[in-house]
Nanobody, 120 residues
Framework: QVLLQESGPGPVKPSQTLSLTCTVSGGSITTSDYYWNWIRQPPGKGLEWMGAIGYEGSSYYSPSLKSRTSFSRDTSKNQFSLRLSSVTPEDTAVYYC????????????WGQGTQVTVSS
């Protein structure tokens, strides 16, 4: 059983940088063929894929967010992180981390999600 747990700052003010971390247990983030994703869901809207960091350490970006996002990982802690800069109220959403199996093309484990509200 793989568990993913998001942690983050809670409320964020406009123009600030949002930082979230996903802690993984029950499986290594360096295991081949797995990709570690960030996905968000704004209120009343569908899921939006933000990007991922692969088992090999490469980053993959949503074109619409690429200019504001960066991904990193700490293999010693089995964590991966998201930074989203210059946030606006439109970035208010529930943020999820999720594992994607490359060869089978599906998400097999998700975190419970964390609410991030951007407000002055």
């Amino acid at each position: 059983q793989v568990l993913l747990q998001e942690s983050g700052p809670g409320p964020v003010k406009p123009s600030q940088t949002l930082s979230l971390t996903c802690t993984v247990s029950g499986g290594s983030i360096t295991t081949s063929d797995y990709y570690w994703n960030w996905i968000r869901q704004p209120p009343g809207k569908g899921l939006e894929w933000m990007g991922a960091i692969g088992y090999e350490g490469s980053s993959y970006y949503s074109p619409s967010l690429k200019s504001r996002t960066s991904f990193s990982r700490d293999t010693s802690k089995n964590q991966f992180s998201l930074r989203l800069s210059s946030v606006t109220p439109e970035d208010t959403a529930v943020y999820y981390c999720a594992r994607f199996q490359g060869s089978n093309h599906y998400y097999d484990y998700w975190g419970q999600g964390t609410q991030v509200t951007v407000s002055s």
